[in-house]
């Protein structure tokens, strides 16, 4: 046992040895909590720090996990980026912090990496909103439609594509295939669809799905956020439903909205997408205000994860993501296909 961990051990020992009656005080028992709670945290992090070196692992982080997560993580990002630069590294286990999609992406692009996900039941409502058997039934019946598929979904879906897409290059994509001349279906997520529809003046089909969190926050939260900071620029991802994204100064992904208040001279932000961005945000810009544009803006999957979680499924190499190989070589096919068009 680490000589820290033998201190905090001693330490809470101690208290309890000589202050029993203090814990029926409220006020000083929530003090006793917040130091034992700060205490564990710490060794947490310092365990993990230690096993990623004596593993030989890297901790991956989305945008929209808590803060602490994020603080942890040795690469912070979009889902899809932080799949790509895991296989860059040289890490024979990828820790992934986010949802069940991601980290199965992760494994479809490092076949011969073992990937775990600290929470196996994180997952993402997006995805659920299409299986491999509605894909398959549309498929017999269009078969002569091109499938493009958003990031968020699962490995199977993926796998029954024709392109994948982020919402960086989806609009990209999509016209790509439009001035082919194909009929395509966008899927799964209906506002980033009808969003492109209304940047590229054309219609083609989309699949009814959402990410719940976007699809049903409210223009008029937005709104009363613009009453109470009238300078603030309003930045949205295009998940969100067109009424906010009508409302907003600057559309793009997580990403590019991280980089787009770095860049602006406006120093006041409604941000009106999931509030873990609010996190680097802050960081990166601690002289800038930012406003989160809904209160409903908070994704309960990607929050399930904690420091301990993360440490126990390094520390015991458990919940493992397996793909399946036709599924993967199939996934990569459609990965493969969104890399040549977007060099286009």
């Known amino acids: ?58 901790v991956l982080a989305h945008y929209y996990q808590n803060d602490d997560i994020q603080d942890i993580a040795d690469y912070l990002g979009d889902s899809l980026k932080l799949s790509q630069t895991a296989l860059q590294t040289d890490a024979e286990i990828i820790v992934f912090c986010g949802v069940h999609f991601m980290a199965e992406t992760a ?16 997952g993402c409502r997006m995805a659920d909103t299409i299986t491999k058997a509605d894909l398959q039934a549309y498929k017999a019946e269009h078969p002569d439609t091109k499938i493009i598929t958003y990031v968020n979904t699962t490995a199977e879906i993926k796998a029954l594509s024709d392109c994948i897409c982020t919402s960086t290059n989806g609009l990209k994509i999509i016209n790509y295939y439009l001035e082919q001349g194909e009929k395509i279906l966008y899927t799964p997520d209906q506002n980033l669809g009808k969003y492109a529809m209304r940047l590229l003046g054309k219609e083609f089909e989309v699949w009814n799905g959402c990410c719940p969190i976007h699809h049903f926050a409210q223009a008029s939260k937005v709104l009363k ?9 309003v930045i949205s991802h295009p998940e969100c439903q067109l009424d906010i994204l009508e409302l907003s100064d600057f559309v793009g992904s997580t990403a590019e909205l991280l980089s787009f208040v770095g860049k602006s001279d406006a120093t006041e932000f409604i941000v009106c997408t999931e509030k873990g961005v609010l ?15 809904c209160p409903s803006f908070v994704c309960h999957d990607m929050k399930l994860t904690s420091l301990e979680d993360v440490y126990n499924c390094l520390s015991n190499e458990t919940n493992e993501i397996f793909v399946d190989e036709s599924v993967r070589k199939n996934a990569v096919k459609a990965l493969d296909k969104m890399l040549e068009i977007t060099k286009l």
Not at 225 to 233: C, G, Y
């Open 279 to 293: 996190h680097p945000m802050k960081k990166q810009n601690p002289d800038k205000q930012f406003y989160l544009g």
């Open 107 to 122: 494994k479809i692009l490092s076949p011969h990496k073992k990937v775990l996900l600290p929470v196996m039941n994180a």
């Open 225 to 233: 956020q613009k009453e109470l900071h009238p300078n603030a620029l």
């Open 1 to 58: 046992m680490h000589n820290d961990v033998i201190q905090n051990i001693l330490v809470a020992n101690t208290i309890t040895q000589y202050f029993p009656i203090s814990f029926h005080n409220k006020r000083k028992k929530r003090y006793f909590a917040k130091t034992f709670n700060s205490m564990a945290e710490m060794d947490y992090k310092a365990e993990i720090a230690r096993l990623k070196q004596e593993k030989h692992a890297v």
